[in-house]
């Protein structure tokens, strides 16, 4: 047993144990202080027009992204930065179940809100698809280049400082966007900050008739319950699917322009061909995942 273990320890075990437990708590109370004092810097007008600032982390192989304060805004696996690796953030991704896998690099996707740029750099790297992002807050698309791999603009990635809410009412993009993303938080996380039947009913135009969007309900003051029955407001009860929320509480709502039929057999075989083109577990989101009951 471990107590009987201790018991035959040396002095020097005893002596390497205390050091080490004490050099913990020291790296311990240095990232926190470090956290402290980058959490408590002032919002800077001058720089950032107001917005808070943006603050990168690392722990090991994760670098997280936080908007002045402890809450994450986003997070990265360094040594496979152009991966999904949050099971939320991979379930935003679902609407790949009803899509064509073999024509995915001739479709659009849209993200509003960058976060650390997990789903932008995955449908533009990973899935080929020309991919623009909407982002609020210009020092977030600065850090996402220097600190999370963002790629550069180009003819097929656009990443503009924009709010989503005009984004969304922008005819320019009205009926072109195949997979659109919403994960909308400001620097408390606290519940999403664009929340309203007419702004999905305009998320709705967006898409192609094909077309999906994913949506994060996340935060201790969300009622999920409610943003749900406001997307139905918009889409159509047929027209929504809802996961069940993950272990951190991340509850993922997805809607469609078009309804779309729901057929276990095919679902599987298709989250079976997403599983062997790339790093998303497909199949456990059909154990979690099913058509809004109406």
Same mark, same amino acid.
């Given at each position: 047993?471990?107590?009987?273990?201790?018991?035959?320890?040396?002095?020097?075990?005893?002596?390497?144990?205390?050091?080490?437990?004490?050099?913990?708590?020291? !790296? $311990?109370?240095?990232?926190?202080? @470090?956290?402290?004092?980058?959490?408590?810097?002032?919002?800077?007008?001058?720089?950032?027009?107001?917005?808070?600032?943006?603050?990168?982390?690392?722990?090991?192989?994760?670098?997280?992204?936080?908007? #002045?304060?402890?809450?994450?805004?986003?997070?990265?696996? !360094?040594?496979?930065?152009?991966? !999904? +690796?949050?099971?939320?953030?991979?379930?935003?991704?679902?609407?790949?179940?009803?899509?064509?896998?073999?024509?995915?690099?001739?479709?659009?996707?849209?993200?509003? $809100?960058? #976060?650390?740029?997990?789903? %932008?750099?995955?449908?533009?790297?990973?899935?080929?698809?020309?991919?623009?992002?909407?982002?609020?807050?210009?020092?977030?698309?600065?850090?996402? @280049?220097?600190?999370? +791999?963002?790629?550069?603009?180009?003819?097929?990635?656009?990443?503009?400082?924009?709010?989503?809410?005009?984004?969304?009412? &922008?005819?320019?993009?009205? *009926?072109?966007?195949?997979?659109?993303?919403?994960?909308?938080?400001?620097?408390?996380?606290?519940?999403?900050? !664009?929340?309203?039947?007419?702004?999905?009913? &305009?998320?709705?135009?967006?898409?192609?008739?094909?077309?999906?969007?994913?949506?994060?309900?996340? $935060?201790?003051?969300?009622?999920?319950?409610?943003?749900?029955?406001?997307?139905?407001?918009?889409? *159509?009860?047929?027209?929504?699917?809802?996961?069940?929320?993950?272990?951190?509480?991340?509850?993922?709502?997805?809607?469609?322009? %078009?309804?779309?039929?729901?057929?276990?057999?095919?679902?599987?075989?298709?989250?079976?061909?997403?599983?062997?083109?790339?790093?998303?577990?497909?199949?456990?989101?059909?154990?979690?995942?099913?058509?809004?009951?109406?």
């Amino acid at each position: 047993s471990f107590l009987k273990q201790a018991m035959t320890w040396t002095p020097f075990d005893l002596a390497v144990g205390l050091i080490a437990c004490l050099a913990a708590v020291w !790296i $311990g109370a240095v990232l926190a202080k @470090r956290q402290a004092r980058a959490f408590n810097q002032p919002l800077s007008s001058e720089n950032n027009g107001g917005l808070p600032p943006v603050n990168v982390f690392d722990y090991g192989d994760m670098r997280f992204l936080h908007l #002045g304060s402890p809450a994450v805004q986003g997070s990265m696996k !360094i040594s496979k930065p152009f991966e !999904i +690796h949050l099971d939320y953030v991979q379930r935003m991704m679902a609407g790949l179940l009803l899509t064509d896998l073999d024509q995915v690099h001739h479709l659009r996707a849209m993200q509003l $809100g960058l #976060g650390a740029a997990s789903l %932008t750099k995955f449908c533009h790297t990973q899935l080929g698809m020309h991919t623009t992002a909407i982002e609020l807050n210009p020092q977030v698309i600065a850090t996402c @280049r220097q600190s999370f +791999h963002l790629p550069p603009n180009s003819d097929r990635l656009q990443v503009e400082v924009n709010d989503a809410a005009a984004a969304a009412r &922008d005819e320019q993009w009205h *009926g072109k966007i195949d997979l659109l993303h919403v994960d909308l938080y400001d620097q408390d996380a606290a519940r999403p900050v !664009i929340d309203t039947a007419d702004f999905y009913s &305009d998320c709705r135009h967006l898409l192609t008739s094909n077309g999906c969007m994913t949506v994060n309900l996340f $935060g201790h003051d969300a009622n999920d319950e409610d943003s749900l029955q406001k997307i139905i407001t918009a889409f *159509g009860a047929n027209a929504v699917w809802a996961f069940k929320p993950t272990a951190a509480g991340n509850s993922i709502v997805m809607a469609f322009r %078009t309804p779309r039929v729901f057929a276990p057999d095919a679902l599987m075989t298709q989250a079976r061909a997403i599983e062997a083109r790339w790093s998303l577990p497909a199949t456990k989101w059909l154990k979690v995942l099913a058509p809004v009951k109406h």
